[in-house]
């Protein structure tokens, strides 16, 4: 599968999950949400994932992680917001 064909059926999920579940809670509980519904779908998919940093050819462990992995071509992360007016001004 391409890219943007796994890119669109990932959106679409995002998006039953977001509808079910409202706005308003932690992001821990969207991830897991997405983890299951993603994995459901069929999709190879990792959560927490460790991405290093690498700096004049030498491979750190920083603490990077990647919320969610989808067929290791594409990356995720929960985000949510306590009200839009919080991000704008």
């Not at 998006?15 to 949400?33: F, K, N």
């Amino acid at each position: 599968m391409i890219e943007n064909e796994l890119a669109k059926k990932i959106i679409g999920i995002s998006i039953e999950v977001h509808s079910a579940l409202g706005p308003g809670l932690l992001e821990s509980a969207y991830q897991q949400c997405l983890y299951y519904k993603i994995a459901k779908s069929g999709f190879n998919v990792e959560k927490e994932k460790s991405m290093p940093l690498i700096f004049e050819e030498v491979k750190l462990d920083c603490g990077y992680r990647i919320d969610l992995l989808v067929e290791n071509k594409l990356s995720l992360s929960a985000n949510s917001a306590r009200k839009l007016n919080d991000l704008c001004g």
